[in-house]
């Protein structure tokens, strides 16, 4: 079964076409990166319009590298939720007309969990369930327990902002660029982490074993200049940067470990943006008793192939979307549950 995957939940317009849940015959990221870089965010109004003018060449360049016209794709499969309203309702309407059009299935998917799915997609790594999911964007944290694609116990969560968000507010601050993960990544292989130290939260016990805070560490890395009333020109960037990352890296390893000793998952699957940072993988890849799985620098960030895999999963097994499917920018199921 071809199916065609459909992804803009955020500001990548993205559209691939993939076989049986793992072969990918074309995956086509159009990132909007440079309309956004000038206000260091998003703007939503601005990724919902170049949603509606790219999607359709997105789409037809999906096919064309695929080498296939628009009778070949059995399925489409298109991310609902979460995301921004405006920007997922471009590629969840063009979904829908395309299906209707062609009178094939379609299926509405959750974006963090086609994250989690990502490395299936790569023939030559083996996922098994259940395992540890480290999923890590700029809208979401959490560590979670996945059974199957559909199937996660979310263990924990941020309690204020996700860990992609702190790497763009710090960014942002210092005006390091955007987005602010890639680039303090880039920026730290020249500074000192031991140059700040940052405080981590005091969040490693009872019910929050396994939760995240990122609002402190956010705090500390922009109000630094004034507390130890150093001008911010003095200040080596680099080092900055290298200190903020080791302390966020530090703080999602401490959560991830307590949850792989207590549940006993040795096998760790990353996905989202932040999944993408260097110090994060090679810290991880330090850890000989863990399985760390993460996908190719190409399948982290937002991509539509992850979309078209994880749905064949829910076509195979005969669920079908119906045509008044609606959009969410939230999931409800990604808050804790505290016992
Ligand atoms: O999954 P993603 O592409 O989009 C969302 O679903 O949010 O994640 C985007 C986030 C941004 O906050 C970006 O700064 C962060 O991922 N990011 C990184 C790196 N590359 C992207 N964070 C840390 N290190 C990186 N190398
Ligand atoms: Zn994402």
Same mark, same amino acid.
Request: charged content about 20%; proline content about 4%; hydrophobic content about 40%.
């Given at each position: 079964?071809?199916?065609?995957?459909?992804?803009?939940?955020?500001?990548?317009?993205?559209?691939?076409? %993939?076989?049986?849940?793992?072969?990918?015959? !074309?995956? %086509?990221?159009?990132?909007?990166?440079?309309?956004?870089? $000038?206000?260091?965010?998003?703007?939503?109004?601005?990724?919902?319009?170049?949603?509606?003018?790219? $999607?359709?060449?997105? %789409?037809?360049?999906?096919?064309?590298?695929?080498?296939?016209?628009?009778?070949? $794709?059995?399925?489409?499969?298109?991310? !609902?939720?979460?995301?921004?309203?405006? =920007?997922?309702?471009?590629?969840?309407?063009?979904?829908?007309?395309?299906?209707?059009?062609?009178?094939?299935?379609?299926?509405?998917?959750?974006?963090?969990? #086609?994250?989690?799915?990502?490395?299936?997609?790569?023939?030559?790594?083996? *996922?098994?369930?259940?395992?540890?999911?480290?999923?890590?964007?700029?809208?979401?944290?959490?560590?979670?327990?996945?059974?199957?694609?559909?199937?996660?116990?979310?263990?924990?969560?941020? $309690?204020?902002?996700? #860990?992609?968000?702190?790497?763009?507010?710090?960014?942002?601050?210092?005006?390091?660029?955007?987005?602010?993960?890639?680039?303090?990544?880039?920026? !730290?292989?020249?500074?000192?982490?031991?140059?700040?130290?940052?405080?981590?939260?005091?969040?490693?016990?009872?019910?929050?074993?396994?939760?995240? !805070?990122?609002?402190?560490?956010?705090?500390?890395?922009?109000?630094?200049?004034?507390?130890?009333?150093?001008?911010?020109?003095?200040?080596?960037?680099?080092?900055?940067?290298?200190?903020?990352?080791?302390? #966020?890296?530090?703080?999602?390893?401490?959560?991830?470990?307590?949850?792989?000793?207590?549940?006993?998952? =040795?096998?760790?699957?990353?996905?989202?943006? %932040?999944?993408?940072? =260097?110090?994060?993988?090679?810290?991880?890849?330090?850890?000989?008793?863990?399985?760390?799985?993460?996908?190719?620098?190409?399948?982290?960030?937002?991509?539509?192939?992850?979309?078209?895999?994880?749905?064949?999963?829910?076509?195979?097994?005969?669920?079908?979307?119906?045509?008044?499917?609606?959009?969410?920018?939230?999931? *409800?199921?990604?808050?804790?549950?505290?016992?």
């Amino acid at each position: 079964m071809k199916v065609l995957g459909i992804e803009t939940s955020c500001d990548e317009c993205a559209a691939a076409v %993939v076989e049986s849940g793992e072969k990918i015959l !074309s995956n %086509v990221i159009a990132t909007q990166i440079p309309f956004h870089s $000038i206000y260091n965010g998003v703007v939503p109004e601005i990724a919902s319009r170049k949603h509606t003018e790219w $999607i359709y060449a997105v %789409v037809k360049e999906a096919l064309d590298r695929a080498g296939l016209g628009i009778n070949d $794709i059995d399925a489409v499969a298109v991310t !609902s939720r979460p995301g921004l309203l405006g =920007s997922l309702l471009v590629g969840l309407s063009f979904a829908k007309a395309f299906a209707w059009a062609r009178n094939i299935p379609y299926i509405t998917v959750d974006h963090m969990l #086609a994250h989690l799915y990502a490395p299936r997609l790569l023939c030559e790594t083996n *996922v098994e369930y259940p395992f540890l999911g480290l999923l890590v964007s700029g809208g979401h944290t959490i560590i979670c327990r996945a059974d199957n694609f559909d199937d996660i116990t979310v263990l924990g969560t941020t $309690i204020d902002d996700a #860990a992609g968000e702190a790497f763009d507010k710090v960014a942002k601050y210092y005006g390091f660029g955007y987005p602010g993960g890639a680039v303090i990544d880039k920026m !730290s292989r020249s500074g000192d982490s031991g140059a700040f130290n940052f405080p981590l939260p005091s969040l490693h016990k009872g019910d929050h074993r396994y939760d995240v !805070s990122y609002s402190g560490l956010k705090t500390a890395a922009v109000n630094h200049p004034e507390l130890f009333r150093v001008k911010k020109e003095t200040i080596k960037n680099e080092d900055i940067a290298a200190s903020f990352q080791k302390a #966020a890296v530090d703080i999602l390893l401490r959560a991830l470990l307590n949850a792989a000793e207590d549940t006993g998952l =040795s096998t760790i699957v990353a996905g989202g943006g %932040v999944a993408a940072n =260097s110090y994060l993988r090679n810290c991880l890849a330090q850890h000989q008793e863990l399985n760390c799985i993460f996908p190719p620098l190409e399948l982290c960030g937002d991509n539509a192939a992850m979309i078209a895999g994880i749905g064949y999963h829910y076509l195979a097994r005969g669920e079908r979307s119906p045509l008044n499917a609606l959009a969410s920018a939230r999931v *409800v199921g990604f808050k804790k549950k505290y016992p």
